[in-house]
């Protein structure tokens, strides 16, 4: 069982940039299709980007494609998500989360959850 470990976020300017990383332990990571997802207040948990077990293939939601990039290292068993362009709409909790199968965009397919980090833009 993989354990996920979110860091990264904080407070930044609209037009800004921001690097968030999940580390993992506990499991093989380079069997697992992982994803960043976020929730803003009130809101419920969305999409935000997908990477493939190699990395060599992403998928994002349309909201954020164009601005943000997601990578990971399987020698560091890190995901990394950098967002540029910030938005204030883009303020929200941003979770990693990791699955066994072939990427999904849908949250309810993702068994294993970080605790979130915060992203704030302010305007």
């Known amino acids: 069982q993989v354990q996920l470990v979110e860091s990264g976020g904080g407070l930044v300017q609209a037009g800004g940039s921001l690097t968030l990383s999940c580390a993992a332990s506990g499991g093989a990571f380079g069997s697992y299709v992982m994803a960043w997802f976020r929730q803003a207040p009130g809101k419920e948990r969305e999409f935000a980007a997908t990477i493939g077990r190699t990395g060599s293939l992403t998928y994002y939601a349309d909201s954020v494609k164009g601005r943000f990039t997601i990578s990971r290292d399987n020698a560091k068993n890190t995901v990394y998500l950098q967002m540029n362009s910030l938005k204030p709409e883009d303020t929200a909790v941003y979770y990693c989360?990791?699955?066994?199968?072939?990427?999904?965009?849908?949250?309810?397919?993702?068994?294993?959850w970080g605790q979130g980090t915060q992203v704030t833009v302010s305007s």
């Open positions: 989360a990791a699955r066994e199968s072939y990427y999904s965009v849908n949250v309810l397919s993702y068994k294993y």
